[in-house]
């Protein structure tokens, strides 16, 4: 038999690790499918719909499609950084998957590490390197320019990324993100006393990732595609790859310290109510497949909220975005840093030590509130003018 | 030429109010019809004037050649001889149609022929609501009079049984022959 250290150290979490690789392939192949399907639907058109059932197919046509395609390198280019620049955003975007809590430890924690959001920053933070890098291997100045605005970018939305996330770790005191959803599961989701820190969370996480509406490197009506005009086949899928993954961590990272990681549920009248920890341990291993499924949901409504700001938002002009990064983000999570550690505080040596808190998850409760107020009310949206869609629809003949 | 443009308020720069009534917007579109359709299964019908394929009726053709006339690009090719009939008891002169072909890769369906037709209702009518009209061979798009009359390989429309046969509204009281 294999040895216990050399299990417990190096087999379970590899075979851990291959779990999760083969979840985010999926999820990446869905998301190329759903991503196209849920735009077309806020535009008013059908998308891809011809491969197989709803077009399903088409989530395993487009990397074969990408697979066969012919690999070309421009002739000028720098060899080596064309080719090392997809592969350089893939390796954090993947290793950060084992830091992240899919569901109830030890089984569905690839590694447990006590300072795993720390980790989790500075990885994903590298990811950048490999767009610099292959925009200006690309020896193509659109691709160069789509670079450098992803270094600007990076360099202004880490900051407020960092800075958003304290105010939760000032709550729960730890960098554990098991620890973080345990004190969600006993208290209440981080995203009612910290709605400030988890919308500068929101934004910060869309830039990171090059997303709509802040996808400038590679703004199309202006760069052509920025840092990947020159690359086709597999190099251009790493990168699709790359940034689908980095999507996929960042929801992960949402979920995990703004909305209650794998639980679902929280505390009433001091009893745990719903699907937490402490109730899904009697099942067992089900309730650990239960948790991960609830996790993984919650995930992909935040894939979807991607799409969503796509489908909305115009892109920022360049300038906008650093004023909005620089000027409002960064002091606005300043702020939000300096009013939590105050409420936190002038509640620790009273009766009342949780009082700050209660103010915070007010505050969150009546934003929120006054938010799905403001959506509900106004004019009752009017019908689609009749037209072409509703002309008589005439089946096969 | 002046512009009005729409003043904001200060609450305007951070309360993001557009925004969230931008999602409002995109996420509501979600569950509406949508304007596209899944094409060859499903079609749209065209509108009671649109213009088709040529339909055409030897029986009520004169022969007159008043729609090669009027023809454009001169693409309707008409021969026609003259015959003696018997006719209600008496012997009549009457033109009998040899030929009458129709050039339809070169047709720009402006509809003049159907116009010029004298022959009540008209004996040559685009009102067919038939659209697909491609071919593999260019040579195909070339129909004589037969082919005219009847096509009925080409793609139609079942439910739509009477305006494929006869073209709507060109019908009058008690004209028909």
């Given at each position: 038999?294999?040895?216990?250290?050399?299990?417990?150290?190096?087999?379970?979490?590899?075979?851990?690790?291959?779990?999760?690789?083969?979840?985010?392939?999926?999820?990446?192949?869905?998301?190329?499918?759903?991503?196209?399907?849920?735009?077309?639907?806020?535009?008013?058109?059908?998308?891809?719909?011809?491969?197989?059932?709803?077009?399903?197919?088409?989530?395993?046509?487009?990397?074969?499609?990408?697979?066969?395609?012919?690999?070309?390198?421009?002739?000028?280019?720098?060899?080596?950084?064309?080719?090392?620049?997809?592969?350089?955003?893939?390796?954090?975007?993947?290793?950060?998957?084992?830091?992240?809590?899919?569901?109830?430890?030890?089984?569905?924690?690839?590694?447990?590490?006590?300072?795993?959001?720390?980790?989790?920053?500075?990885?994903?933070?590298?990811?950048?390197?490999?767009?610099?890098?292959?925009?200006?291997?690309?020896?193509?100045?659109?691709?160069?320019?789509?670079?450098?605005?992803?270094a600007a970018q990076m360099v202004s939305y880490e900051v407020p990324f960092g800075l958003s996330i304290v105010g939760v770790l000032m709550l729960t005191g730890s960098f554990d993100l098991v620890r973080i959803v345990r004190y969600q599961e006993s208290h209440a989701w981080n995203v009612l006393p910290q709605l400030v820190g988890c919308f500068i969370f929101l934004v910060a996480m869309t830039a990171e990732n090059n997303r709509a509406p802040f996808d400038l490197p590679e703004a199309e009506s202006e760069l052509v595609a920025g840092f990947h005009t020159e690359y086709s086949g597999m190099k251009f899928a790493f990168y699709f790859l790359a940034e689908y993954a980095a999507m996929l961590v960042n929801s992960c990272l949402m979920v995990s310290l703004f909305f209650g990681g794998w639980s679902l549920g929280g505390v009433i009248m001091g009893r745990q109510v719903g699907l937490t920890t402490v109730n899904l341990?009697?099942?067992?291993?089900?309730?650990?497949?239960?948790?991960?499924?609830?996790?993984?949901?919650?995930?992909?409504?935040?894939?979807?909220?991607?799409?969503?700001?796509?489908?909305?938002?115009?892109?920022?002009?360049?300038?906008?975005?650093?004023?909005?990064?620089?000027?409002?983000?960064?002091?606005?999570?300043?702020?939000?840093?300096?009013?939590?550690?105050?409420?936190?505080?002038?509640?620790?040596?009273?009766?009342?030590?949780?009082?700050?808190?209660?103010?915070?998850?007010?505050?969150?409760?009546?934003?929120?509130?006054?938010?799905?107020?403001?959506?509900?009310?106004?004019?009752?949206?009017?019908?689609?003018?009749?037209?072409?869609?509703?002309?008589?629809?005439?089946?096969?003949? | 030429?002046?512009?009005?443009?729409?003043?904001?308020?200060?609450?305007?720069?951070?309360?993001?109010?557009?925004?969230?009534?931008?999602?409002?917007?995109?996420?509501?579109?979600?569950?509406?019809?949508?304007?596209?359709?899944?094409?060859?299964?499903?079609?749209?019908?065209?509108?009671?004037?649109?213009?088709?394929?040529?339909?055409?009726?030897?029986?009520?053709?004169?022969?007159?050649?008043?729609?090669?006339?009027?023809?454009?690009?001169?693409?309707?090719?008409?021969?026609?001889?003259?015959?003696?009939?018997?006719?209600?008891?008496?012997?009549?002169?009457?033109?009998?149609?040899?030929?009458?072909?129709?050039?339809?890769?070169?047709?720009?369906?402006?509809?003049?022929?159907?116009?010029?037709?004298?022959?009540?209702?008209?004996?040559?009518?685009?009102?067919?609501?038939?659209?697909?009209?491609?071919?593999?061979?260019?040579?195909?798009?070339?129909?004589?009079?037969?082919?005219?009359?009847?096509?009925?390989?080409?793609?139609?429309?079942?439910?739509?049984?009477?305006?494929?046969?006869?073209?709507?509204?060109?019908?009058?009281?008690?004209?028909?022959?």
């Open positions: 038999m294999i040895p216990e250290p050399l299990m417990r150290y190096l087999v379970w979490p590899t075979v851990k690790f291959l779990v999760a690789f083969v979840i985010v392939q999926v999820v990446v192949a869905a998301m190329t499918y759903i991503e196209r399907r849920v735009l077309a639907f806020m535009q008013a058109r059908l998308g891809p719909n011809r491969v197989g059932p709803w077009g399903l197919f088409q989530a395993i046509a487009d990397p074969v499609k990408l697979m066969l395609k012919e690999d070309i390198v421009p002739a000028n280019a720098e060899k080596v950084g064309y080719f090392l620049g997809p592969m350089l955003p893939l390796i954090p975007a993947f290793v950060v998957f084992c830091l992240i809590p899919f569901g109830p430890p030890p089984t569905f924690v690839v590694t447990h590490v006590n300072v795993g959001l720390l980790l989790i920053l500075a990885l994903t933070s590298t990811g950048v390197y490999g767009i610099i890098l292959g925009g200006w291997a690309s020896n193509n100045k659109f691709s160069l320019m789509g670079g450098l605005r992803s341990q009697h099942l067992g291993l089900l309730g650990g497949v239960i948790g991960a499924t609830i996790f993984l949901v919650k995930v992909m409504l935040f894939m979807v909220a991607y799409i969503w700001f796509r489908g909305t938002f115009p892109r920022f002009r360049f300038d906008q975005f650093m004023d909005l990064g620089l000027k409002w983000m960064i002091p606005l999570s300043l702020v939000n840093i300096v009013v939590t550690g105050i409420l936190i505080l002038a509640g620790a040596g009273t009766r009342y030590p949780a009082m700050g808190e209660v103010v915070l998850t007010l505050f969150g409760i009546v934003v929120i509130a006054a938010v799905i107020l403001f959506l509900m009310k106004g004019p009752k949206p009017k019908a689609r003018p009749a037209g072409v869609a509703h002309a008589r629809r005439v089946s096969e003949v | 030429m002046h512009v009005e443009y729409p003043k904001y308020k200060w609450t305007d720069r951070f309360l993001l109010l557009d925004m969230l009534e931008g999602l409002k917007t995109t996420f509501r579109e979600l569950f509406k019809p949508k304007v596209t359709i899944r094409y060859p299964e499903e079609r749209l019908e065209p509108a009671d004037r649109f213009r088709g394929m040529f339909r055409f009726s030897f029986d009520r053709c004169i022969a007159c050649k008043l729609c090669a006339v009027a023809c454009p690009i001169d693409i309707i090719y008409i021969d026609v001889h003259d015959e003696t009939r018997e006719i209600d008891g008496k012997n009549k002169k009457i033109k009998v149609l040899d030929r009458y072909d129709i050039d339809v890769k070169r047709c720009m369906f402006c509809s003049l022929c159907e116009e010029a037709c004298p022959t009540k209702p008209k004996s040559i009518w685009l009102t067919t609501k038939t659209y697909e009209l491609a071919t593999h061979d260019r040579s195909d798009l070339y129909f004589n009079m037969q082919q005219l009359e009847y096509w009925d390989d080409r793609p139609r429309y079942e439910e739509l049984g009477a305006a494929f046969e006869e073209p709507s509204g060109h019908e009058l009281p008690g004209g028909a022959d």
